[in-house]
Structure formats: C-alpha cells, structure tokens
C-alpha cells in the first residue's frame, strides 16, 4: 500500500497486530500460520487464528475464528473488511469456505487486505473480487 492516509495507517497497524497474534496459531501439521482481524460497521476489531486438528476436516480457519469471536462477544455484525496474514513468502486468499463466510457478514464492497508477516507489502482487494459469483441472502429471499 502506498498512499498513506489514516485508512492505510490503520491497516498497517492492525498487519503488525496481526504479526504478534500469528505466533498463536496451532499449526502444528502444515506450519502454515494464518491470522485475520475484522472490522466491524461499528468500527469495532476481532482477531483469530488457523488452529488445526489432526482430522483435517475439522480445522479452523483464521478468518472463521475471528468471525466466531465477533459473534460470541457482540452478536452478529457487518464486517468492514478484513485483515488477512501468514508465515509464507506470499499473500493467500481465503479458502471457498471463508470466503462464504466473509459474505455471510459482509457485502460485495467489503475490503479484503491480504499480507506476509515481516513484509510491508499488503494488498487490496474487494470480496467481490475474491468471489465474483456470490451466494446470499438475496437468493433466499424471495420476492
């Protein structure tokens, strides 16, 4: 991000928060370290981390864990957008699954910051973007 606006410095604070939550995943089977932290229509944040299972179906993910907390302390919210890190060399998008929950609480607007821990390059996108194609509310609701 190259703008540095207090959009972008909120980001790059909430990436390096993130940093310090990364080392509390429990992935011990992939070593594949997630962290996600939301922000909520409220301006409110909720931080999770991937934790693994040795039944791999049974695995959570970063972004399910932080949505799980929002849920559990303040009820259902709109997520603002979302934080997104790991421990590779690159950025990675959210699982199919993750990215069903994302719309669930968010909109098609909704931005999705995507990172590397101990890299400064974070990268913008819409869920709309990540998931063109979206399943909600509006094909359950019917007119």
Do not use: W
């Not at 997520?79 to 421990?87: A, L």
């Amino acid at each position: 991000m190259s703008s540095c606006n207090s959009d972008t410095m909120d980001i790059v604070k909430r990436k390096k928060e993130l940093e310090a939550v990364l080392e509390n995943s429990y992935s011990p089977y992939s070593e594949f370290k997630v962290a996600a932290s939301i922000k909520t229509s409220k301006g409110e944040f909720f931080s999770g981390v991937n934790i693994e299972n040795s039944s791999y179906s049974l695995t959570m993910c970063a972004e399910a864990s932080a949505i799980a907390a929002m849920i559990s302390s303040n009820g259902i919210e709109a997520i603002s957008d979302v934080v997104i890190i790991n421990n590779s060399e690159k950025a990675c998008p959210p699982c199919g699954a993750c990215l069903q929950r994302l719309i669930e609480f968010g909109v098609a607007q909704t931005n999705v910051y995507l990172g590397v821990a101990k890299s400064d390059e974070i990268k913008k996108y819409k869920l709309k973007d990540l998931i063109p194609l979206q399943f909600n509310r509006d094909y359950l609701n019917k007119s």
